[in-house]
């Protein structure tokens, strides 16, 4: 708090008689400090005017031209833009990339709206496999994703969850409309959640989607507002239904379908009430997400804006392990995927002869390389449970496992000493689980 030492050391005895009083002012100058970073966040992450308008005029060039190449093939489709760019909430980020989303919406069902879209955009696309293949280009600085849509005039005929993208732009639209401030607000939210690596849809982040976001902000009015929501929230779901979709909490978590209860934030989609929203959100990102609003309150910096590299919060730990994983798949959403299942995986492993004291992962989409980081104790040694003398077939393969077994109350037990160094353990699992590895889809493990 810049200025509150001096301030509460000169005026302490004779102010803050009440303690009230005392919590008051220095509520007044959190929010002082508060409100000054937001300012600050607004003005750095807000695209400039110029930049936005060239954005904008690659990506209408570039629409404009797809729609000439579908006319002349004789494809029925609209072209339109969505994402962040359509609602006028793209930020600027430290690796000065933009994400552009261009819709294809098909007015009539083909067999197959990808491989139709593919043969239209040409060798120069790179396909992105999903429940829906897509397409990506990359101009200069600004990524395309042009995603092939099925037209419908109602939510509940959608084939796909981006058969909704239009919807969604619309619904936004309508809200900042009505409240231009919101634009800025779902900025800093989206800024926020980039900086504690909270965002992102995709399976290996589990995180925010850009669209989640944005009516969260919208159910709540500002940034500030949400963040605290989240701080104070306790064990229980939190439940998000703007348009009131249902009675109650209660009708809400009774009639979804259970599937999509998983999710720490029930969030209904305002055009579609049977969709939660936020069902990519696990409860680990959220932990660290709720963590972040609770110290940011306390303690409010411009550093939660910043993105973190999971490598700094290891780099001060001794005796931190990092493994570097290579996959085969295709980089990406895909690829890291299956690296974080295939670390999770080793986790499990590990846990058999250490302690895990604390893990970390990260995923590179450019080099489609994964890093893992664990920090271990030595286990103690340990007495294990095995089969019942009945089962012959599990104890055999108990027996051959645990030479030293020995029989006591009609049940099998051994004696386990975890001695292996990790440096051992790693190269014990390299040659046990090479079946498994191989499975998963790495291509390549080692330690860093």
Do not use: W
């Not at 005017?49 to 489709?77: H, M, P, Q, W």
């Not at 793209?90 to 197959?112: A, G, M, S």
């Not at 969604?168 to 800025?184: T, W």
Request: net charge positive; aromatic share 12%.
């Amino acid at each position: 708090m810049r200025g509150s030492k001096n301030f509460f050391g000169n005026f302490c005895p004779s102010i803050f008689y009440n303690m009230k009083v005392y919590i008051i002012i220095l509520s007044v100058y959190i929010m002082s400090d508060i409100n000054l970073i937001l300012k600050k966040q607004i003005e750095k992450i807000k695209i400039g005017e110029e930049e936005l308008n060239r954005i904008k005029r690659i990506s209408s060039e570039f629409c404009k031209e797809l729609e000439r190449k579908l006319k002349s093939k004789g494809v029925d489709a609209e072209v339109f833009i969505g994402g962040s760019l359509a609602k006028n909430t793209l930020i600027k980020t430290d690796e000065n990339k933009y994400d552009v989303d261009v819709f294809v919406r098909f007015l009539r069902n083909e067999k197959d709206i990808s491989s139709v879209l593919g043969k239209i955009l040409g060798k120069d696309f790179i396909k992105i496999h999903g429940s829906r293949d897509y397409y990506q280009k990359k101009i200069g600085n600004i990524i395309i994703e042009v995603i092939p849509v099925i037209k419908i005039k109602n939510p509940e005929d959608a084939l796909n969850i981006t058969d909704l993208s239009y919807f969604h732009v619309n619904y936004v639209l309508k809200q900042i409309k009505k409240n231009a401030k919101l634009s800025d607000e779902i900025r800093l939210a989206k800024a926020f959640c980039h900086g504690q690596d909270c965002y992102g849809a995709e399976s290996y982040i589990r995180g925010f989607s850009g669209y989640a976001l944005e009516l969260l902000i919208i159910n709540y009015g500002s940034f500030l507002k949400f963040v605290k929501n989240i701080a104070i929230s306790g064990q229980e779901k939190i439940v998000v239904d703007y348009e009131k979709n249902y009675k109650n909490k209660k009708d809400v978590l009774v009639e979804l379908n259970e599937s999509k209860l998983q999710s720490p934030i029930i969030l209904v989609d305002p055009t579609f009430k049977t969709r939660n929203a936020a069902s990519s959100l696990s409860e680990e990102t959220f932990d660290k997400f709720r963590k972040a609003c609770i110290n940011f309150i306390k303690k409010p910096s411009d550093s939660f804006f910043i993105k973190k590299r999971v490598e700094d919060e290891f780099k001060n730990i001794k005796d931190v392990k990092k493994i570097v994983i290579s996959t085969n798949k295709q980089a990406g959403d895909i690829a890291g995927t299956k690296s974080r299942k295939f670390f999770n995986f080793f986790l499990n492993e590990i846990k058999r002869e250490f302690v895990i004291k604390k893990t970390g992962f990260s995923y590179d989409e450019n080099d489609n390389i994964a890093k893992g980081y664990v920090v271990v104790d030595k286990k103690k040694d340990e007495t294990v449970r095995g089969p019942d003398i009945t089962k012959v077939e599990h104890l055999k393969r108990f027996k051959d496992k645990h030479p030293n077994a020995f029989i006591k109350n009609h049940v099998c037990y051994a004696e386990v000493n975890h001695n292996l160094s990790f440096e051992e353990f790693f190269k014990i699992f390299l040659e046990r689980d090479k079946r498994i590895i191989k499975e998963m889809g790495m291509s390549g493990l080692k330690l860093g």
